[in-house]
């Protein structure tokens, strides 16, 4: 999960209108980050969002992305999370957790209590539990806005050789070409089969745009290399942040064109949460500074 768990972050702080209308169920207007790190002892969510909806109500949407293994039970976790960001924010709440991965969360029912003496209960919670490896590809394909899609790859595909193209020719349709070779690696980063790999690359041959397609080869063939070796997560980690540097510098270079150098050392030289940080900001960034700013 934690290969996964930056890219997903950026890729809903990205496109978060899609992604709170998906998940929430409703109509948004607007969103914007909230602080992800709760008072109190040093406790971070993944995401969380101050969302608008087009009945202009006020929401606080909480996300969070799971695997099969946690080192703490989720519900437990949930009832850490959810009091903090109710007293911190006053708003109504809405908890979603993303299970990916088969097996993961199969036993979460989104709903817990704690029972008094008198067998009545004295504490309850509630948050709504998706587990992607159980939805039909055509599910999401029929409920959700494009830039979920790209999680296809994690749902069940009874028919790849339908369902990837439809997904391929839906993202098409966005019109930045920045988000649009976004959507792309992410959809190819969350495919689990080679075939499929090969398959949606096919499609894309000659996409100009999607620049982070021999990244992703590269990545690939380092993952199965180091599969056949024990130690080498530190190696990986370093490859996976040299690409997505490499990613990060290409997203600048089309927006804001070429770059300084003292920019170009500061995108190599920065750490993952730093990358992501930046990646965030640069679609409403109106200077490479900005981009940067602390």
Known sequence: MAETDSLLKRLVGTFILDFATWLLRAPVRAARPLQSELPGTTVAVDQVFQVTLADDREVVFHLEFQGRRSHEPMPWRMLDYM????????????????????????????IYHV?????????????????????????????????????VG??????????LPTVVTRIRHVADIALRSRLFTALLALLPAEEMITMVERLLEHEDFVMELPYL?????????EGREEGREEGREEGRREGEAEILLRQLHIRFGTLPTDAVA???????????????????????DEVFAA
């Not at 309850?124 to 806005?145: D, G, H, I, N």
């Not at 009874?158 to 369902?163: L, S, T, Y």
């Not at 030289?269 to 640069?282: H, K």
């Open 217 to 225: 080869r590269r990545i690939r063939e380092e993952g199965r290399e």
């Open 154 to 163: 994690q749902t069940q595909i009874a028919q790849p050789e339908v369902i």
């Open 115 to 151: 029972e008094g003496l008198d067998g009545t209960p004295v504490l309850t919670w509630r948050y709504r539990v998706m587990r992607l490896w159980q939805m039909p590809a055509s599910e999401l394909l029929a409920t959700a806005p494009v830039a979920p899609l790209v999680l």
């Open 83 to 110: 009091p903090r960001l109710a007293s911190t924010y006053h708003l109504p709440l809405e908890s979603v957790v993303l299970y990916i991965g088969r097996g993961a969360g199969a036993d979460d029912t989104g």
């Open 266 to 288: 500061r995108v190599q030289a920065a750490d993952p949460e730093t990358l992501l940080r930046w990646s965030e900001r640069v679609l409403s960034a109106a200077t490479v």
